[in-house]
């Protein structure tokens, strides 16, 4: 089955639909909050990336992925809104894709299960040590779970606003939204329920087959 793993679309960006009802995460991810972090904050970042780019018509032939690694090349004047508002892209971008209504109780299986276990002893393991990843991370930014493919380790991470993982050379599985748009509406400042609540929510079967792109080398 293919996995869509990279934002299929060049510039001008677009917004596409969330994959799910807008109140369908609920009680977990609240209705009011999907709204406004979709089709505000996720648009806002397209509409800033696409209005940096419109004059520099050299750069609409590139995925935003491939901006973002170039994103030195850029012209000086608008490296800065493309590494911010095109991070934002891609991290929301794959932020929807992992989650999933009616997860709750669902687990890793498969290759994905075993390198967890390996490289953190446990399922439980893992998440806690998500959770405090993101729990410990000051202000806004994301929590991951990539993938090294050069020798298939996973390592769970946190980056500031919307720094990305591209020139590390790290693949992500998994990520969380740390940006308190993400969870204050429903959470206010308990940062850490919100960690909590997102295992009810998450989709175990794409992030198992990002695993196995990946180390197919074709993420
Ligand atoms: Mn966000």
């Not at 996995?3 to 960006?13: G, L, Q, R, W």
């Not at 596409?16 to 995460?25: I, S, V």
């Not at 997102?198 to 197919?216: I, K, M």
Request: aromatic residues 12%; proline residues 5%; hydrophobic residues 40%.
């Amino acid at each position: 089955m293919i996995v869509e793993t990279k934002i299929p679309s060049t510039y001008p960006f677009s917004l596409a639909p969330p994959p799910f009802a807008y109140d369908a995460l609920e009680p977990y991810i609240d209705a009011a909050t999907m709204r406004i972090h979709h089709d505000q904050h996720h648009q806002a970042y397209i509409k800033n990336l696409n209005a940096a780019l419109k004059k520099y018509p050299e750069w609409h032939d590139l995925s935003v992925e491939e901006l973002l690694r170039r994103c030195n090349e850029l012209p000086v004047t608008v490296r800065q809104t493309v590494h911010e508002q095109g991070g934002g892209h891609l991290h929301h971008w794959f932020f929807w894709k992992v989650l999933k209504p009616g997860a709750v109780g669902s687990r890793p299986t498969g290759a994905l299960a075993q390198a967890i276990g390996r490289d953190f002893g446990s399922f439980e393991a893992f998440k806690a040590k998500f959770v405090e990843t993101g729990a410990k991370h000051f202000a806004s930014g994301w929590v991951f779970l990539v993938v090294q493919p050069a020798d298939g380790r996973l390592e769970v991470l946190s980056r500031h606003d919307h720094d990305n993982l591209l020139l590390e050379k790290k693949t992500i599985l998994l990520l969380n939204d740390l940006w308190e748009h993400a969870y204050y509406l429903r959470y206010r400042s308990g940062r850490v329920d919100y960690l909590n609540a997102f295992w009810n929510v998450v989709d175990w079967e794409y992030v198992g087959r990002r695993l196995e792109s990946a180390l197919a080398g074709t993420p």
